[in-house]
Structure formats: C-alpha cells, structure tokens
C-alpha cells in the first residue's frame, strides 16, 4: 500500500522564525514525484513546492525548502522567516499513478 | 483564466436526495480528478478521468459517479445521500499528470442531514 504519514499534527512557530515539517511516505516505485501543499483557511488548495524522486538535489522555492532523503522515504519542508500569512494547514503528497495525500499539520505563526 | 471552477460552494441536502457536482477546467488540461476531504483529515481520491469518455475509480467511489464526456467538465453525481457523505469535494486537473502538481477548484461543502 502507498501512504503518506505526516506524524505533527500541529506546530507553532514565531514571526521571522524556520519551522520544519515532516513527512515519510511509502511506495515500491522507483519513480515518482512529492509535493507539499498549503490549504488557508480559504480551503484553496496551493502547490508550495514540487520533488521529483530522481533527482538528488533538494527543491527549493523563495522561503520554503525540503530536506528529500529517498533511502529513508522523508520528505521535510522548512519554512525560513515564517510570515504571518503561512498560517494554513499543510498537506504532504506523493505521486506514481495518483496523488496520495497525508493527513495534514496545522501550521500557526504568532506575532 | 478562472482555472477550475466549482460549483456550488455550498449545500445542503437530506438523506436520500441526489445532487451533482459540478467541474469545469478552462486549461485543456487532460487529467481531472474528485477528492473528498473529512474534518481533520487528508484528501481520498474518489474518481479521476485521463480524457474524455474515461473514468475509472479511486479509494473511496461507493456512492458516487462520474461521467466526463468533455475535455473541460467532470461532474460528480451522489445519488441517495448519506450522512457519510458530508464532507468537503475539491476537484483538480493536471496537464500531463504525474509531475506537475495539480490545480485544484475552490470545493464543495456538503452537509447531509
């Protein structure tokens, strides 16, 4: 079975500070892409940032990141200088023939 | 470019009734997918489309349909709603599938009582 584990369901961090959130997945394919979405309160869901599995280099995308260590199926996104406007709730995925979704870590940034 | 549109944003319905979701992508994109997302949790896949006249089943396609006769429109049909079903539907689509990302719509939320 593919999965997707996301075990915080949730984290605060202060103004201008980095946070990291975790995730492992599960698969027996070689090939396949991850990603990391962020749904605000609006519910709309928003690509943060995209990883394809073949590829060692971490993405990174302005003030996010991952930390991609294949071996051990992790895939962490660090959000440096935390904006109050990061506040949503933020979703791990991973993709071979479908999308496959963790269950989500409530991000909170205080002032 | 209104990307994908859902529609309603909101509903109610009581046990037994059927109502249909509706998708439209305005993007040519080819792959269209129904997620249904419960409090507190991640997305289910519950039907997803590769083109026009394709449709094949997700995790969670009981009580559910879906017909795709379009390459810009992917309604979802509940047919005798179930308290199970509240929840909230996104629909997305995807160009080229795997590794792009999808775009999701605004979604649905659906109360049954």
């Known amino acids: 079975a593919q999965t997707v584990t996301q075990s915080q369901p949730e984290m605060s961090v202060q103004e201008a500070e980095t946070v990291t959130l975790s995730c492992t997945y599960d698969?027996?394919?070689?090939?396949?892409?991850l990603f990391w979405y962020k749904q605000p309160p609006s519910r709309q869901m928003i690509l943060v940032i995209r990883?394809?599995?073949?590829?060692?280099q971490n993405a990174t995308e302005n003030r996010f990141s991952v930390n991609f260590q294949k071996a051990a199926k992790s895939f962490s996104l660090k959000i440096s200088d935390s904006q109050l406007g990061d506040t949503a709730m933020y979703f791990c995925?991973?993709?071979?023939?479908?999308?496959?979704f963790g269950t989500g870590t409530r991000l909170q940034v205080f002032p | 470019n209104a990307g994908v549109t859902q529609t309603p944003k909101f509903r109610i319905l009581k046990i037994g009734q059927s109502m249909t979701l509706q998708c439209t992508q305005d993007m040519n994109h080819n792959y269209m997918y129904w997620y249904r997302q419960d409090p507190g949790m991640g997305l289910k896949l519950i039907y997803y489309s590769v083109g026009a006249g394709i449709t094949d089943k997700g995790e969670v396609p009981n009580g559910y349909n879906v017909s795709r006769s379009t390459t810009e429109d992917f309604p979802l049909r509940l047919e005798l709603a179930a308290p199970s079903q509240t929840s909230v539907y996104f629909c997305a689509s995807s160009y080229l599938g795997r590794g792009y990302g999808y775009t999701f719509g605004s979604g649905t939320r659906l109360t049954v009582v």
């Open positions: 698969t027996s394919e070689n090939n396949y892409y």
């Open positions: 995925a991973f993709i071979t023939d479908k999308l496959i």
């Open positions: 990883q394809e599995a073949y590829k060692q």
